[in-house]
Each structure stands twice: as C-alpha cells, then as structure tokens.
C-alpha cells in the first residue's frame, strides 16, 4: 500500500474513544431493555418490593461501572 493509501484506510477506522463509546451505547440499550421489561412492575398497582427497587437501580448503575468490557449484571429476583 502507497502511504496515501495507508492514511485514507487509517482515517476509516474508528478511534479508541469511539469505540468505548460505541460499547457504553450498546451496553445501555441492553439496560435499557432490561428496564423496560420490568416497567410493568413499577408502573402497575402492584407494590414494588424492596428486590425489585434493589435491582431496577442496580441497572440504572450499570453505566456508573468502569470497564464496558466486564459489566457486571444485577440478577433478577425471583
């Protein structure tokens, strides 16, 4: 490859600061996801227990945790 070529293929590929973020935006859509999934919990006559509350915040963290590489995820009370 000539070295314009090199610097055109360079200037394709996504820089480290994108690629965490594209990893954060994935990671809170997977929350999201698993948020919304729970809505009807929160929003319905029904009295939220103290698991419930624990885990729903527990997911609204998740983007708080430093590594998008090792999320821990709350598990979902039975």
Do not use: C, F
């Amino acid at each position: 490859m000539t070295e314009e070529e090199i610097a055109v293929h360079n200037a394709s590929l996504p820089t480290a600061d994108e690629i965490l973020a594209d990893k954060w935006r994935i990671i809170r859509a997977m929350r999201n996801e698993r948020l919304a999934a729970t809505d009807w919990r929160a929003g319905s006559d029904l009295t939220l227990s103290d698991a419930w509350k624990t885990y729903r915040q527990a997911l609204r963290d998740v983007p708080t945790q430093s590594d998008p590489d090792n999320i821990t995820w709350p598990t979902e009370p039975s």
